[in-house]
């Protein structure tokens, strides 16, 4: 990229030498070095940019893998003779979707940058209610109805904030961890949230 480029600048490159990704241009989001950025964000020497498509939907107590999850391993992590409540969530493949047999799910992740942003909704936890810890384990791969996709602990003094940690946490990595799935049905695939 010339000097001067910006994040915009650099989509613009990738949508040039990939056409296919003009079709969902305005849909992607923009990350400069690990970090969502503003299309205006200038770039510097050695930028790392990323196009991140809309995510569906492990550093520290936080993991991303193509193992199998356990519910135990998250609590583990967060457990604790001051922690008075552990809630978890934990999400599952379902064998439907929007009317459709849904046969098996793909995830893919941005893994570094999506550790820092399960780190930042740990710390916004930690900050909202005092005394919380927050783990998250994702998986990635082929995984098939029924197989663990995410598990959430919150750890909390009381069981109030752990529900409220619990519940922010998992609206948070929907709404911000470049991670995302496609679904696969008996005649075909899509991915989520792509046409949303």
């Given at each position: 990229?010339?000097?001067?480029?910006?994040?915009?600048?650099?989509?613009?490159?990738?949508?040039?030498?990939?056409?296919?990704?003009?079709?969902?241009?305005?849909?992607?989001?923009?990350?400069?070095?690990?970090?969502?950025?503003?299309?205006?964000?200038?770039?510097?020497?050695?930028?790392?940019?990323?196009?991140?498509?809309?995510?569906?939907?492990?550093?520290?107590?936080?993991?991303?893998?193509?193992?199998?999850?356990?519910?135990?391993?998250?609590?583990?992590?967060?457990?604790?003779?001051?922690?008075?409540?552990?809630?978890?969530?934990?999400?599952?493949?379902?064998?439907?979707?929007?009317?459709?047999?849904?046969?098996?799910?793909?995830?893919e992740?941005?893994?570094?940058?999506?550790?820092?942003?399960?780190?930042?909704?740990?710390?916004?936890?930690?900050?909202?209610?005092?005394?919380?810890?927050?783990?998250?384990?994702?998986?990635?791969?082929?995984?098939?109805?029924g197989?663990?996709?995410?598990?959430?602990?919150?750890?909390?003094?009381?069981?109030?904030?752990a529900?409220?940690?619990?519940?922010?946490?998992?609206?948070?990595?929907?709404?911000?961890?470049p991670?995302?799935?496609?679904?696969?049905?008996?005649?075909?695939?899509?991915?989520?949230?792509?046409?949303?």
């Amino acid at each position: 990229m010339p000097d001067g480029a910006t994040a915009a600048d650099a989509r613009e490159a990738a949508c040039a030498a990939h056409p296919a990704l003009r079709a969902v241009a305005d849909k992607l989001r923009l990350a400069v070095d690990q970090e969502f950025a503003a299309a205006d964000r200038k770039l510097r020497e050695g930028s790392e940019v990323a196009l991140i498509p809309p995510v569906s939907g492990g550093a520290g107590p936080h993991r991303i893998s193509p193992e199998p999850l356990e519910v135990a391993a998250a609590v583990r992590d967060v457990e604790g003779t001051d922690a008075g409540a552990v809630v978890t969530f934990v999400g599952t493949v379902r064998d439907n979707a929007r009317g459709k047999s849904v046969v098996r799910l793909d995830y893919e992740a941005y893994p570094e940058m999506a550790l820092k942003v399960f780190a930042r909704i740990a710390e916004e936890a930690a900050s909202r209610w005092t005394g919380t810890r927050i783990a998250i384990h994702h998986r990635v791969g082929k995984l098939e109805p029924g197989a663990l996709s995410v598990v959430i602990a919150a750890a909390a003094p009381h069981r109030a904030e752990a529900f409220d940690a619990c519940r922010m946490a998992i609206e948070e990595l929907k709404k911000d961890a470049p991670i995302w799935k496609r679904e696969h049905y008996p005649d075909g695939s899509s991915w989520v949230g792509l046409g949303s």
